[in-house]
Antibody
């Protein structure tokens, strides 16, 4: 059974930093693209970032480029999102998602972790 | 402002069919067969119901179907059931190497 378990969400001040983690199980972690998708309170879904199976290829939404860094550790079956220079509009539930074999869909999602950016 | 355009809401009675549209451009929906649809119930994570325009993942009811014409993709739900009441989101690959979502459509089963 595929499971994705996020952690690391917290209340942080504007300009602060945070690292989210997502522990994966139930599939061959290094064989799949992994992604982060966020959802602001009462709003729609927004793709944030994706990373290739090897970890060498990374992709970012314009809204987070230069501030967020996605990475993965195959030895720990863990996906990360380092978030710097946080802004109030980064407030959202952040979902970890496994991409399908075709790469452009998300077939498994975690339960989400809440990040609140506020002074 | 979302990358793709969906109606804010649709409604239908049990047993009826409804269609949710998702409009993009030739650089995303119209240019690639990488449109997906997700169902999200309140307080829950999204669930993939259609991928690559018209493919259903294992375990998804055949009441859900997808299609595309030009720059507009569509999700059809037939034989509407009370449990189908949820938010629905489309997504598409967007050149170069990004993904975009629609703003979401709230489906009400009357």
């Amino acid at each position: 059974e595929v499971q994705l378990l996020e952690s690391g969400g917290d209340l942080v001040q504007p300009g602060g930093s945070l690292r989210l983690s997502c522990v994966a199980s139930g599939f061959t972690f290094s064989s799949y693209v992994m992604s982060w998708v966020r959802q602001a309170p009462g709003k729609g879904l927004e793709w944030v970032s994706s990373i290739g199976g090897s970890g060498y290829s990374t992709y970012y939404a314009d809204s987070v480029k230069g501030r967020f860094t996605i990475s993965r550790d195959a030895s720990k079956n863990t996906l990360y999102l380092r978030m710097n220079s946080l802004r109030t509009d980064d407030t959202a539930v952040y979902y970890c998602a496994k991409n399908t074999s075709g790469q452009y869909s998300f077939d498994y999602w975690g339960q989400g972790t809440l990040v609140i950016v506020s002074s | 402002q979302s990358a793709l355009t969906q109606p804010a809401s649709v409604s239908g009675s049990p047993g009826q069919s409804i269609i949710i549209s998702c409009t993009g451009t030739s650089s995303d929906v119209g240019g690639y067969n990488y449109v997906s649809w997700y169902q999200q119930h309140p307080g829950k994570a999204p669930k993939l119901i259609i991928y690559d325009v018209d493919n259903r993942p294992s375990g998804i009811s055949n009441r859900f179907s997808g299609s595309k014409s030009g720059n507009t993709a569509s999700l059809t739900i037939s034989g509407l059931q009370a449990e189908d009441e949820a938010d629905y989101y489309c997504s598409s690959y967007m050149n170069p190497n990004t993904l975009g979502f629609g703003g979401g459509t709230k489906l009400t089963v009357l």
